[in-house]
Structure formats: structure tokens, C-alpha cells
T-cell receptor, first 113, second 114 residues
Framework: EAQVTQNPRYLITVTGKKLTVTCSQN?????MSWYRQDPGLGLRQIYY???????DKGDVPEGYKVSRKEKRNFPLILESPSPNQTSLYFC???FGQGLSPLHFGNGTRLTVT | GQQLNQSPQSMFIQEGEDVSMNCTSS?????WLWYKQDPGEGPVLLIA?????ELTSNGRLTAQFGITRKDSFLNISASIPSDVGIYFC??????????????FGKGTLLTVNP
């Protein structure tokens, strides 16, 4: 089944403790992206990747890192999480950035205390 | 970036009623996408629109790409309880050179009373 898989689904952590949210897609998509979803603010893009070893900042990149060493994986790294990073995070992928629709994972709900 | 105004923010309807929601912008888009998000899940693509004026159906759902390329609407006919969820529009535009960006509306929360 074609899908975008995120792990974990739920994560509670403390301020400053480094964490990684993994994302993997099995559709051979070049383009991958991370979003956060907050009430009243909708979906905002954190980082995206056009292909292996090609990443760029989205609209809200501060406090986040990403890497794209393989085509199928696009982990999101929070080196020193803070409470304002408590949010619902989505990974998404598509064949390209132009016309192909984005396919989303099921989300990771992160709480930073 | 480009802003999308999605309306209404929320709707409460009776089962069997038709629903209409729309997204507007002062900017031009190349692609319009409509997604549905169920509680605790990721957005799922409903309809993709690629040409101005395009009208596309997916079962009881119909969406149109506005002629001016600045708006799109989604209609749901004969609503059923499982239509409950948040519906998002998304518009894709060229952000300088060959770099495309996707911007999302803030969503329409649909509640269907059986």
C-alpha cells in the first residue's frame, strides 16, 4: 500500500531533550516536506526537500533540522525542543513540486513540557 | 507568501443537505487541491484541479478551479455522517524561477447531524 509513515504518533518530552521524528514513504517520491498544524494557524511548512541531499527552509524553520540522505526517508530533528514546538506534525511527499498532489502521513502529536 | 481565505470556518448541517465551501485569494494559483482531515489523521486528497475553469467530481464531491485562477469551491451533495471532518483547500503557485510553493487555507470544520 502506498503510504507515508511517521513515527512516533505521540511523543511527550521535556524542554531541551533532543528528539527525532521519522518519516518514510514507499512511493519513490522526490519531494518531501514537513508541516506543523496549530489551532487557528492551519498548516505551516517547516522544511522541504526536492531530492536526496537537497533541503530548504519553509515558512517556520527555526528550531528544526532535517536531513535527506536517502530518497525514502526525511527525518525531522529538534535539537533542543521548547514548549512552543508543541504541535501536530505532518510529513508529506509527492513526485515533484509542480503538479503532483501531496500525500500526508498520519501525524505526530508532540508535547514539550 | 500567498494568502488563502477559506470560508466558512465551520458549518453545522443536517444529514442529506448539500454543502458548499470556497477559497479565495488576491493571488493567482496554478493548481488547487482539496483535502479532508479526520480527527487524529493526516489530510487525505479529495480532488486536484489543474486548469482554470476545470470542474471535477469525485462521487458526491464536486470542485471547480475558478476562471480567474484566484478561487476554488468544493460542493458536497447529500451529506452523510461520515462527511464530518475538516476540509482544507490548498493552492500551488510559482515562487520565483521553477520553485513551486503550496499554501493552505485554514480549513472548514463540517459537522453533520444525523
Amino acid at each position: 500500500e502506498a503510504q507515508v509513515t511517521q513515527n512516533p504518533r505521540y511523543l511527550i518530552t521535556v524542554t531541551g531533550k533532543k528528539l527525532t521524528v521519522t518519516c518514510s514513504q514507499n512511493m519513490n517520491h522526490e519531494y518531501m516536506s514537513w508541516y506543523r498544524q496549530d489551532p487557528g494557524l492551519g498548516l505551516r511548512q517547516i522544511y522541504y526537500s526536492m531530492n536526496v541531499e537537497v533541503t530548504d527552509k519553509g515558512d517556520v524553520p527555526e528550531g528544526y533540522k532535517v536531513s535527506r540522505k536517502e530518497k525514502r526517508n526525511f527525518p525531522l530533528i529538534l535539537e533542543s525542543p521548547s514548549p512552543n514546538q508543541t504541535s501536530l506534525y505532518f510529513c508529506a511527499s509527492s513526485f515533484g513540486q509542480g503538479l503532483s498532489p501531496l500525500h500526508f502521513g498520519n501525524g505526530t502529536r508532540l508535547t514539550v513540557t | 507568501g500567498q494568502q488563502l481565505n477559506q470560508s466558512p470556518q465551520s458549518m453545522f448541517i443536517q444529514e442529506g443537505e448539500d454543502v458548499s465551501m470556497n477559497c479565495t485569494s488576491s493571488s493567482i494559483f496554478n493548481t488547487w487541491l482539496w483535502y479532508k482531515q479526520d480527527p487524529g489523521e493526516g489530510p487525505v486528497l479529495l480532488i486536484a484541479l489543474y486548469k482554470a475553469g476545470e470542474l471535477t467530481s469525485n462521487g458526491r464531491l464536486t470542485a471547480q478551479f475558478g476562471i480567474t485562477r484566484k478561487d476554488s469551491f468544493l460542493n458536497i451533495s447529500a451529506s452523510i455522517p461520515s462527511d464530518v471532518g475538516i476540509y482544507f483547500c490548498a493552492g500551488r503557485y510559482l515562487n520565483g524561477g521553477s520553485n513551486y510553493k503550496l499554501t493552505f487555507g485554514k480549513g472548514t470544520l463540517l459537522t453533520v447531524n444525523p
